[in-house]
């Protein structure tokens, strides 16, 4: 089947703006009273609790939700406009950035009721955790190959298997999983699989963080041995969640924050540079600055799309390709601009530690959310290739 790909142009609204103002005001008394460094991307304060109350209670957690839920019925394109501010001031938005992004629209469209109401006020609070179960050791990207087992037992579901890379485990309140309830069929590789709400924290669950060579430890393994999850916690249809997963992806895939994740190292060339800069480098950024605009267009053109109750599954995976790539290949680029940068400039320091550390957690952009191989296996299927 194939599928047509449309980017329309967007222009963000003039609320859009106005919230925009309102959101860097917010960011600049954060910096100001010393709750994170915008200059430090590898800091160990990413997860900071406080910071995301404070940002839940200006209302800018689930702010496309419903408001029975907490949410506040906003536009996706309000919801872009404070994931790109968080993203470019480079904030700590690691303990609420899954469940608003993702975690909690999957709940709202297949959560028994009364788990919609327990959760998904607290996430708008900014009070819980999210992380995602997918990936497991000698599959990775291959969602089909998952066979981390649900056996049904009763009143519920023992679960036994392990996932890996699941960032944020180590902190998280709830993940949400995929697991295997059945075996897959010839006809249908994708059958057997089922999504499940996991409260961590629980007998049963094992996590061991994975270290990273930045010295970071954000992703982790996580082991369930004959861990009960019960029947309320199945979200959606058995054996059916392939196509919610795909859906999901959409909202993971498309937001700046799949082009911005190294963003910080251009504009801290900027300003190594100065005002005047030479030829090459004028040329260099402007190119940098160029391919920025189009993915950002690209992003927002899905985002409208969210708002119209599309589910952009090829878009935002080009969006994920392209913008990954990118994020990736940036601190290389700047790295070689920069070697012109006068040793006097006064950022100098700044902007070599933060290439260190751009160029130590690249590896990694190609890979969360999807390889760039499984993505373009979709773009391939959307485009009637394979």
């Not at 496309?64 to 994931?83: A, C, D, I, M, N």
């Not at 609420?96 to 609070?125: N, T, W």
């Amino acid at each position: 089947m194939t599928a047509a790909l449309r980017f329309d142009p967007i222009r963000l609204p003039e609320k859009c703006e106005q919230l925009r103002k309102e959101v860097r005001a917010f960011l600049a008394e954060e910096i100001a009273a010393g709750t994170f460094d915008p200059h430090k991307p590898n800091r160990e304060d990413t997860d900071a609790p406080e910071f995301s109350r404070r940002v839940g209670a200006k209302g800018w957690l689930g702010m496309t939700w419903p408001k029975k839920y907490g949410g506040q019925e906003r536009s996706f394109l309000e919801r872009y406009v404070v994931t790109e501010e968080m993203r470019v001031a480079n904030a700590p938005t690691r303990r609420f950035f899954v469940a608003d992004r993702q975690s909690g629209p999957v709940l709202i469209k297949y959560a028994p009721e009364h788990i919609k109401m327990e959760i998904l006020p607290r996430i708008c609070r900014g009070e819980i955790c999210f992380a995602i179960g997918m990936s497991e050791p000698n599959s990775g990207s291959d969602l089909f190959a998952a066979k981390t087992r649900a056996t049904k037992t009763d009143g519920g579901y023992l679960i036994n298997g392990t996932k890996i890379w699941t960032s944020s485990a180590h902190i998280a309140d709830y993940m949400i999983a995929i697991f295997r309830t059945s075996q897959p069929t010839k006809e249908n590789r994708r059958h057997g699989l089922t999504q499940f709400l996991v409260k961590m924290k629980q007998p049963g669950i094992q996590v061991n963080p994975i270290g990273q060579i930045t010295g970071q430890r954000e992703f982790n393994e996580v082991v369930f041995t004959d861990f009960f999850v019960p029947d309320d916690h199945v979200l959606g249809e058995v054996d059916g969640a392939w196509k919610q997963a795909t859906s999901e992806l959409a909202y993971e895939r498309s937001g700046p924050e799949r082009f911005l994740e190294t963003y910080y190292v251009l504009t801290e060339l900027v300003r190594a540079v100065g005002p005047n800069p030479d030829t090459r480098s004028a040329e260099g950024i402007g190119r940098l600055v160029a391919q920025l605009h189009t993915m950002r267009r690209m992003s927002v053109s899905v985002a409208g799309m969210l708002q119209a109750g599309k589910e952009p599954v090829v878009e935002a995976s080009i969006v994920k390709d392209i913008g990954t790539v990118w994020e990736q290949q940036l601190p290389h680029r700047v790295r070689d601009l920069a070697a012109f940068v006068e040793e006097t400039a006064t950022n100098r320091q700044t902007l070599e530690r933060q290439l260190d550390f751009a160029i130590k957690t690249a590896p990694k952009l190609t890979i969360q959310g999807g390889t760039t191989e499984v993505l373009r296996g979709i773009i391939a299927r959307g485009l009637g290739l394979r």
